[in-house]
């Protein structure tokens, strides 16, 4: 057998059997060192996996991770949905757009879609469940709203994605990103405003508008986050790096001093489940390293790239099967594994080709939201039907709903490019040629 074969092999195999991502790529990257080169290459296992975690814009994933798990207990989802209320006011479907737009400013503050889906779920689902709305609407929805957060920055998964791709801007990814994120949770409104008015769900008479000024007032220091991270980064005041440590810092004071809902033991325990989470990270990210250096020693990536081009010499009907290759990840892999694994294939397409990478990015980013909701695994459906109390596959029938209204926003971003490029493009970041 190809050491080809047995590297992929092997890591497939290793996910079927339930072996851990990170355990099955450094398995993978062995069997492939063992079959193909000398066993002398084993010493390099060290320096790939410290190599792979040795670079400085990696810092900002478990500062980001961070800032959502403080945002998430500070109470600012609370304060946001009671503004949001404030200003759509008592209708049908009122608060299916309450839920988005929450969903949406979160995403700027955790870039976790996870994290996302928790914070909007504890405190909308009682009051949509009260408003007559099915629970498993109510949680796919939350689910789906939430998935934006790997587009809105900051985006973890973006923050991966420009440092595996050679040459790409993180300022422009993340600029590039503010629209395809706004268009994919427009993109569930329709739906979801559809069905809210078609079966009568949320009587207007029944409730009440929050005054509007005293809602702003306690929305507002949420608010700010996202204009003091894109702000910053437009100024050139800080790095995406040093954003990460600044919205920490601004996450704690407003947590501590002005909602006052952390204190110096909450803080402990958050820095405790951000360092567990960082390190399930970190550790892939580690372990990939191994795999990503036995692929392309073996010259495996060129060879399935290659492969992918001999399907077909049209650039769009390969970037199709490319955009279904990673909604089909996107079921039962989380984006850091994604962009990890398919990266290095996929990246000689991107050159072949000439594919923008930042748009191409974005293109990644979207299918992969829509696999944060599309089960058998479906994270953040996982944790919304949790707090719901309700069974997994109870929201299937939602779910194909909103994957069918936001793969029309991937398809628009697919065919305008410019959705994604002009604002960057605007903002005088380095985006290459479209």
């Not at 007559?132 to 998964?157: D, E, V």
């Not at 268009?183 to 329709?190: E, K, Y």
Request: hydrophobic share 60%; aromatic share 8%.
């Amino acid at each position: 057998m190809s050491p080809d074969l047995l590297l992929i092999g092997t890591f497939l195999l290793a996910l079927l059997l339930g072996v851990p991502v990170a355990i099955a790529l450094g398995l993978g990257g062995v069997v492939g060192i063992l079959a193909g080169l000398s066993p002398d290459m084993l010493a390099t296992l060290g320096t790939n996996t410290y190599n792979s975690v040795a670079k400085y814009p990696l810092i900002a994933i478990p500062l980001f991770i961070l800032t959502g798990l403080i945002f998430e207990r500070a109470g600012v989802a609370a304060s946001l949905v009671r503004f949001a209320q404030a200003i759509i006011g008592p209708r049908h479907g009122g608060l299916t757009v309450v839920a988005v737009l929450v969903c949406l400013i979160m995403g700027g503050m955790s870039g976790s879609g996870p994290a996302d889906a928790a914070a909007v779920a504890m405190v909308m689902l009682p009051s949509m469940r009260k408003a007559g709305y099915p629970q498993p609407f109510s949680a796919t929805l939350i689910a789906a709203s939430s998935s934006t957060a790997i587009l809105i920055p900051p985006s973890i998964a973006l923050i991966l994605y420009s440092i595996v791709v050679p040459g790409v801007d993180l300022r422009a990814l993340f600029a590039a990103g503010v629209f395809p994120g706004i268009l994919a949770g427009l993109s569930l409104l329709v739906p979801a405003l559809f069905l809210a008015r078609k079966y009568r769900w949320e009587d207007p008479e029944e409730s009440e508008r929050p005054p509007f000024w005293p809602s702003f007032k306690a929305a507002l220091p949420a608010l700010f986050a996202p204009v003091i991270i894109l702000g910053g980064l437009r100024s050139g005041l800080f790095t995406p790096t040093e954003a990460a440590v600044v919205a920490v810092t601004y996450g704690i004071i407003v947590g501590c001093l002005v909602y006052r809902n952390l204190s110096l033991r909450n803080l402990f325990s958050l820095i405790t489940d951000a360092a567990v989470t960082s390190g399930v990270v970190m550790l892939i990210i580690a372990l990939a390293g191994i795999f990503a250096w036995a692929g392309t020693t073996l010259g495996t990536f060129q060879h399935l790239a290659e492969a992918l081009l001999s399907l077909s010499s049209n650039g769009w009907v390969l970037l199709g099967l490319v955009m279904v290759l990673v909604l089909i990840a996107g079921m039962l892999l989380d984006a850091v594994s994604i962009y990890l694994i398919l990266i290095p294939i996929v990246l000689p397409l991107m050159t072949h080709f000439g594919w923008n990478p930042v748009w191409f990015g974005i293109l990644l980013a979207m299918n992969i939201a829509i696999g944060q909701f599309t089960p058998p695994v479906a994270v953040n459906l996982m944790v919304t039907t949790r707090i719901a109390n309700i069974r997994l596959e109870h929201t299937l029938g939602w779910a194909m709903v909103f994957i069918a209204a936001m793969a029309v926003s991937l398809l628009l971003v697919m065919l305008l490019p410019g959705i994604a490029l002009w604002l960057p493009e605007q903002l005088g970041f380095v985006v290459g040629q479209w």
